[in-house]
């Protein structure tokens, strides 16, 4: 097996309710959490189609953020945590594995104020 890309999540967290901004976002993406998580509220999301690579997820994941209605904009702004989460899984193999993310991208992530993490999945 060899390692490779596997999705990006975007992760936020907020002391408020997040369920506006996962009721917007919709068929868009699938949401794999929303509701507590440790003192504070938590939504998880990943991109619908998942053959997309990691500039593409995050352009994708901009351009909702940037279609939200006022009041979920303002919840998103004052979520203590926008997270965009690329994950990886670890192969066997000694091939390195290389994702670029592009300027507009990057740019599209500052511009919402989110930051990158980067997972290694242990090897299967």
């Keep these: 097996m060899t ?12 002391a408020d309710d997040l369920t506006p901004i996962v009721e917007e976002f919709g068929e868009d993406v699938i949401c794999l ?3 507590p998580w440790g003192a504070h509220q938590r939504a998880a999301f990943e991109v619908a189609a998942l053959s997309m690579d990691v500039s593409s997820c995050i352009r994708h994941f901009c351009a909702l953020v940037q ?8 919840l998103w702004d004052n979520c ?11 192969g066997h193999d000694r091939e390195n594995c290389e994702q670029s993310i592009d300027h507009d991208a990057l740019e599209q992530a500052v511009a919402i104020r989110a ?10």
């Excluded at 279609?67 to 303002?74: D, H, I, Q, V």
């Excluded at 203590?80 to 670890?90: D, K, M, Q, V």
């Excluded at 930051?115 to 299967?124: D, G, N, S």
Aim: aromatic residues 10%; glycine residues 10%; without cysteine.
């Design 115 to 124: 930051r990158l993490a980067i997972t290694v999945y242990p090897a299967k």
């Design 80 to 90: 203590t945590r926008r997270t965009f989460n690329i994950g990886f899984e670890a």
């Design 67 to 74: 279609g939200l209605g006022p009041e979920s904009r303002n």
């Design 3 to 14: 390692t490779h890309y596997l999705n990006t999540d975007l992760e936020i967290e907020s």
């Design 33 to 35: 959490h929303n509701g």
